[in-house]
């Protein structure tokens, strides 16, 4: 339905309505303080609550040093540690006296602190992330204890048939670049973690720096005062110089395999895997891979309902494109009912992205799984913890709100040929990894 505006203006309004809205609707405010810091404040209408996400551009990736690898993960823990100011104890009594909720997470590309709470309660917020992230203050016992938990957790993940499947192909795949392992790091790295306490005071001396850091504030709030706030707490904290030197992957000249013997009886597991670019948000790649992983795997794809509905041979199926900082994996796994039928089901993978290489899709599928795509992460932004959640995963990638607009905008410009030459250019056999997983009795 036309506003009644662009009835009264004219065809000028008309041209206007008839632009695509942005998918990231909000207005905001982005700012970088004289020490790298960049703060990214985003006023909302929900009342009252405000969350606030603190990207740390550090995750498995920036682990470039042999035998140091989880240390990014590791101080997802070590930060709730306390400082002189705010020890643990004072530290979590004042997020509960303000009923705040308060986690982190880690992964490839970035950690992540994030809080939620009452809008009045900002300053106190800010003042104690700042704290933290400028004085963490640990010693070698107690950082014992956390690289312990960490090992905890690692034999915790280790009980999932699919992290294990994981953490093979990652290992499988690459060669020289960090993706090679997990973000909780390979289990000998974790196992010595107890022993590398003056290892560990570098890593934060490193990476926990303004430069690498973006706040993130959403919510009941105006931008000017977030401002002042933040570099009250934040403006004294000293820019670093470490560049972490990456390591580029290799080009992959074959075909691998991998598999794993899992103990216990389970449910065999097949991931097919192909090498596949950075996020790109300058062209329709990223856009076009996404929307490839939908179209073809996701629960309306034709194979779903061949293996899953129709054969009852796989309990589930799906389909994952990359959107990582650097190249990643476009992977298809699927969880298979009888060990019997695992060559199978990769067979009908390997087709499915065969006719994917082959043939444009219809252009109606294309539309309506484009507008999927756009309605459902614009929909989800429905209150100020979810927003603030969803820019920071791309925050990490290029560390400003406009990457969503920029990415969603190529989605309105794919056509099927941009899917089939995405799926032609890199689902190809030489960038192809496939790893197995099957119980005891199982066929490798």
């Not at 016992?141 to 690289?147: C, L, N, V």
């Not at 706030?229 to 110089?241: I, N």
């Not at 596949?276 to 194979?303: R, V």
């Amino acid at each position: 339905m036309i506003p009644k505006l662009c009835l009264l203006l004219g065809c000028a309004a008309l041209a206007c309505w008839a632009q695509p809205q942005k998918v990231f609707p909000y207005d905001y405010s982005q700012e970088d303080l004289p020490n790298g810091l960049r703060l990214i404040t985003v006023p909302t209408d929900y009342a009252n609550i405000v969350a606030t996400y603190i990207v740390v551009q550090t995750g498995s990736r920036n682990e470039v040093e042999p035998g140091h690898t989880g240390f990014a993960h590791l101080f997802e823990h070590i930060m709730f540690r306390g400082t002189e100011k705010y020890p643990p104890q004072k530290y979590n009594q004042t997020l509960n006296r303000i009923g705040a909720a308060s986690n982190a997470s880690t992964s490839d590309d970035l950690t992540t602190y994030h809080t939620t709470f009452s809008k009045e309660d900002l300053e106190t917020v800010l003042a104690m992330e700042a704290d933290r992230f400028q004085h963490l203050k640990y010693a070698e016992p107690e950082f014992k204890t956390e690289s312990l938990a960490v090992l905890g957790e690692y034999n915790k993940n280790s009980a999932s048939p699919f992290s294990k499947l994981n953490e093979v192909m990652q290992d499988t795949a690459f060669d020289k670049h960090t993706y090679k392992h997990t973000t909780m790091g390979f289990l000998k790295d974790i196992q010595d973690m107890p022993n590398q306490y003056d290892y560990s005071l570098k890593f934060f001396d490193r990476y926990y720096r303004p430069e690498y850091t973006t706040i993130i504030v959403v919510g009941d709030v105006k931008a000017k005062a977030v401002r002042a706030m933040v570099d009250k707490y934040w403006g004294e904290w000293k820019r670093g110089s470490y560049k972490p030197d990456v390591p580029v992957e290799p080009e992959q000249n074959g075909p691998r395999t991998g598999h794993v013997a899992w103990p216990s009886p389970t449910l065999p597991i097949v991931s097919v895997a192909f090498k596949a670019p950075a996020y790109n948000d300058a062209t329709k790649e990223t856009a076009a891979l996404d929307a490839l992983a939908y179209l073809a795997f996701s629960g309306t794809s034709d194979l779903y309902q061949k293996l899953v509905v129709q054969e009852q041979k796989v309990d589930a199926i799906m389909g994952n494109a990359p959107g990582s900082v650097d190249p990643g994996l476009f992977e298809i796994t699927a969880r298979v009912k009888k060990a019997g039928d695992m060559d199978y089901v990769r067979d009908r993978i390997l087709e499915t992205v065969k006719a994917f290489q082959e043939k444009p899709v219809d252009a109606a599928r294309l539309d309506t799984v484009r507008k999927r795509l756009r309605y459902q992460v614009a929909l989800s932004m429905d209150n100020s913890d979810t927003i603030a959640q969803i820019l920071s995963y791309y925050v990490a990638l290029k560390r400003t709100p406009e990457t969503m607009n920029a990415l969603y905008d190529q989605y309105t410009k794919l056509t099927p040929e941009d899917v089939r030459q995405a799926a032609a250019k890199y689902l190809v056999e030489k960038g192809r990894t496939i790893v197995t997983l099957t119980g005891p009795g199982g066929a490798k």
